[in-house]
């Protein structure tokens, strides 16, 4: 059997075993499997005898130690069920492995070639140094309420990597070039043998870059690599909330040798509002009433984010802590709608009172003492005990 099937098959699934399972439950499983899927008790059945193949063959891997931790090892590596060229199906890959394992993903922090040409015994294709990925940038950027709530464009000053701009980003001083480095023949990586598989690293004596520097840029000491400082429009969309991580793609550190630009990510700091909160896409607002408003019903004025006030209607009886929605007045959801104002009524009890005020509550009081609006509690309470 080739490291073309190791990759391939999933011979713990084969079995149906877990990937921790001892030697005595990959051997019960294999006997069991065996014993159905032997040809004598399935004449004629291609299926189970291609079964029975599959069955054989993970459990001489499983049941031997040293080639279960190959094996491990080689899947562990390259993620496990990874389909080569000219399958068993007798499909293929649609793209070439090559650029996969020579450091064109997307990270594109070198290759792993020679991973996989220790493994088939094969050399890789030495393609130079590859394209490096810039990397991503963070920043913090604080906006107030109604900023967060509408939208807003903010200058954000950004000071990243670059290449030298005396050098052109080769590291070398003027007028010299860099030459490719002796050790990883330019592509950056050397190998090491571990137990039969061939393990990629960053090559030690150019650190990865593929290239040596015989006499170093004054400006940048060799690495290639400047700042710069630039001043970028960001659009902060319209109903984020405190805390809230935007990434913009292609906005963070330039790559390296063609590599793609990094991301940026802009975590957004809303302040609080003396009036409006937040509660998802709905504003909040508490509003204070009378108590005759609140008894006999009334038309009250409430503030929008927007400075224009709107007319809420109260109905008689309502009651302290009631919330009334006013829709359309809240902040905008990604799909452009708005939410809702949620209006709580505030029910306030006056610090002084005229003395006809006070009559007249004490005549109503009087009115109403025949009635025990806390007997319902206390049955409650005396029934929960």
């Known amino acids: 059997m080739s490291t073309k099937d190791w990759l391939e098959k999933d011979y713990y699934k084969i079995l149906g075993v877990s990937k921790d399972a001892d030697a005595a439950e990959v051997k019960k499983a294999y006997r069991n499997l065996a014993r159905e899927l032997h040809p004598d008790r399935n004449k004629d059945d291609k299926n189970a005898e291609n079964r029975f193949k599959d069955v054989s063959e993970a459990y001489s891997v499983l049941s031997d130690p040293e080639k279960r931790k190959q094996y491990d090892e080689a899947r562990t590596l390259f993620g496990g069920g990874v389909r080569m060229p000219g399958g068993g199906d007798g499909g293929g890959f649609n793209f ?19 991973v996989f040409g220790g493994l088939f015994g094969q050399r890789s294709r030495s393609r130079g140094a590859g394209a490096r990925r810039g990397s991503d940038v963070e920043t913090d950027v604080s906006i107030g309420f109604a900023e967060a709530v509408h939208g807003k464009t ?20 003027a007028g ?28 030690r004596d150019c650190k990865g870059r593929g290239l040596l520097v015989d006499d170093p840029c004054p400006v940048c000491k060799g690495s290639g690599r400047g700042t710069t400082s630039k001043v970028m429009h960001v659009r902060i969309p319209a109903g984020v909330v405190d805390g809230q991580r935007i990434r913009l793609r292609g906005k963070g550190a330039p790559g390296e040798r063609g590599g ?16 409006f909160g937040r509660k998802s896409e709905h504003l909040t607002v508490a509003v ?23 007319t809420l209607k109260l109905p008689p009886g309502t009651p302290n802590g009631q919330t009334f929605r006013v829709r359309g007045r809240g902040a905008t959801r990604r799909d452009g709608t708005k939410g809702d104002l949620l209006v709580t009524v505030e ?37 929960g005990g």
Request: charged letters at 20%; glycine letters at 14%; a negative charge.
């Open 176 to 203: 010299t070039v860099p030459r490719v480095c002796p050790a990883c023949t330019g592509t950056g990586f050397t190998s090491t043998d571990s137990g039969g598989f061939g393990m990629a690293e960053p090559c």
């Open 154 to 173: 903010v200058p954000l000053r950004m000071t990243s990597a670059s290449a030298c701009t005396s050098c052109a980003g080769t590291g070398a001083r």
């Open 96 to 114: 070439d492995l090559g650029d996969i394992f020579s450091g064109s993903g997307s990270s594109g922090e070198g290759g792993l070639g020679d």
């Open 347 to 383: 029910v306030t009890v006056p610090d002084k009172v005229t003395e006809s005020a006070r009559k007249a509550l004490e005549d109503y009081q009087s009115e109403t003492s025949g009635e025990d609006i806390r007997a319902e509690l206390m049955r409650k309470a005396a029934e």
């Open 288 to 310: 204070p009433v009378t108590f005759p408003e609140a008894t006999l019903g009334a038309e009250v004025k409430v503030p929008t984010l927007n400075g224009a006030p709107v």
């Open 260 to 275: 793609r630009p990094g991301d940026l990510y802009v975590t957004v700091h809303v302040g609080q509002h003396p009036v």
